[in-house]
């Protein structure tokens, strides 16, 4: 009798626990009637697919996509990802039902960029964010636009470019092989601090993967949040500068076109939903986003004009012919020189040192390419498939900037458009113009100035480690003004 009890409640418990786990199973997998969830490879149990993925993960995503095609899902820790890759399904997702995918994360490292008012980090996406991305758009319109205080420039924006690369050709010529040295040292500090941050967030951290190691000592994660500190002390004393000797008829730089937008919006009601104070620290997001990846764009144009010796000599016969030796290269130079932006645009593609966009989040459940995606998911981008995929660009491997120019010498727009480095869609790079405006002065101010080229018996390799902007490994260059 006492046996059969106790068989009796086993046998209970027992239906009870695979009831439980069918209901755990079926909660998991909530899904549209007809839709299934993404394919990909099984997660083992705590890690899910974070030891599969090695070093390159994406390499690894990239070569999952042959198996498992356009959407997939994987499991980082405990939380789920779906990657998508393929310029179509990328442009259906973040263009086509873009909302559907313009959240990010909540990662616990995201919520302290600016104390979490970062429109490109933390702010929910929403009404206020639409707005908040607008007026950062417009502040650095304002601020490209001002009048420049030289009378050779077009604008503000181009006396300060060119005025920033003939400092970098002239500390290059005086200090031949040491490194370009900025005035500004605490400026410096924070230019370095920024990278940092950028590099320890591409880490993958873990306290975004497993939220029990956000309680826990973790020398990264501590670094990170200190780094994170000192930049947000940085802004807010260069913004009480800023606030002190703001005048509007003459506006200095971003934070002062932020600024004025501020004082212009007051009588708008509809603006209210952001504060002044969220507004003018959206200089955090321009200048987080804006130094570290311009500089690892000139890093790679720098390997691959001295590795490729013929396509440098390509680029300043168009400078010879364009822009003269009386004269300096300006911003009405680059539409005429479609060979140096095809140069450009094949560095973007073929380094693709920015794998992914920074992590998306959907905002609603959505069905794409028939897989169901509930809300709240974490979307990674695989920007670096799309730069070499085969079907688009056949020899993908190959640094070839030619295949952007048309038979009657013309930038092919069609194919520069599939190059994706910026992202697309609604959260797209605020300032991809400005970066490939940058990145032109400086390498044309650059090669106009000095001849560049390997030192002899050194390797190039033009292969990097995985990271949120990958840095190609150390190389020397050899510099000798031109005649
Ligand atoms: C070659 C240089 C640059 C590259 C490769 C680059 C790339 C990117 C990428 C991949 C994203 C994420 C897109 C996404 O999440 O879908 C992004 C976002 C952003 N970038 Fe850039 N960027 C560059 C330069 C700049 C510059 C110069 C600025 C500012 C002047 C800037 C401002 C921003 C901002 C504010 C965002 C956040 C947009 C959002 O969250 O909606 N970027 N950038």
């Not at 934070?255 to 004082?263: F, Q, R, S, V, Y």
């Not at 009405?332 to 479609?338: A, G, S």
Request: aromatic share 10%.
């Amino acid at each position: 009798m006492y046996l059969e009890e106790i068989s009796h409640t086993a046998g209970v418990t027992l239906v009870l626990c695979v009831f439980a786990v069918l209901l755990l199973a079926l909660h998991g997998r909530r899904r549209e009637p007809g839709c299934s969830l993404p394919p990909g490879p099984t997660p083992w149990p705590l890690v899910g697919n974070l030891f599969q993925m090695g070093e390159e993960i994406h390499l690894s995503l990239t070569n999952l996509r042959v198996q498992y095609g356009d959407v997939i899902q994987i499991k980082m820790g405990s939380l789920v990802v779906v990657v998508l890759s393929g310029y179509s399904t990328i442009k259906e997702a973040l263009v086509r039902q873009g909302q559907a995918f313009a959240g990010r994360p909540d990662f616990f490292t995201f919520s302290a960029v600016a104390n979490g008012t970062s429109m490109t980090f933390s702010e929910k996406y929403g009404e206020a964010w639409v707005l908040h991305k607008k007026i950062c758009r417009n502040a650095l319109k304002t601020f490209s636009q001002a009048e420049s205080r030289d009378s050779n420039a077009s604008c503000l924006l181009e006396e300060c470019i060119c005025a920033e690369a003939v400092d970098m050709v002239e500390a290059l010529k005086k200090q031949g092989d040491e490194r370009y040295a900025h005035d500004d040292k605490e400026f410096l500090t924070i230019v370095n601090t920024n990278n940092e941050v950028l590099r320890l967030f591409a880490a993958g951290n873990l306290a975004d993967i497993f939220p029990i190691f956000r309680y826990l000592p973790s020398p990264s994660l501590r670094k990170l949040l200190q780094y994170i500190d000192r930049m947000n002390n940085f802004m807010e004393r260069n913004i009480t500068e800023h606030l002190i000797t703001f005048d509007r008829n003459c506006i200095r730089d971003i934070t002062d076109a932020l600024i004025a937008m501020c004082e212009d919006r007051q009588e708008d009601k509809e603006t209210a939903v952001l504060s002044n104070s969220q507004i003018i620290h959206s200089v955090v997001d321009i200048f987080g986003a804006g130094f570290d990846t311009v500089i690892t764009g000139l890093q790679w144009s720098l390997l691959y004009l001295i590795k490729f010796p013929d396509i440098q000599a390509k680029i300043l016969q168009e400078i010879e012919s364009q822009v003269g030796v009386n004269r300096l290269p300006q911003f009405k130079d680059k539409p005429n020189m479609p060979y140096t932006e095809a140069f450009i645009y094949e560095v973007f593609r073929h380094a693709s040192y920015m794998p992914f966009t920074i992590p998306h989040c959907t905002t609603d459940n959505v069905t794409l390419n028939g897989y169901f995606i509930p809300k709240d998911t974490c979307v990674f981008i695989n920007q670096y498939q799309v730069n070499h995929d085969m079907d688009i660009w056949g020899d993908a491997e190959a640094f070839r900037p030619e295949r952007f120019i048309t038979l009657s010498g013309h930038l092919n727009k069609k194919l520069t458009e599939k190059v994706m480095i910026f992202g697309i869609g609604i959260r797209r790079c605020l300032g991809d113009s400005f970066a490939r405006l940058e990145m032109f002065v400086f390498l044309t101010t650059l090669l106009h100035q000095l001849h560049i080229e390997n030192v002899p018996g050194q390797e190039l390799d033009l292969s990097s480690t995985f990271s949120l902007t990958m840095k190609p490994r150390p190389f020397q260059i050899k510099i000798s003004t031109r005649n």
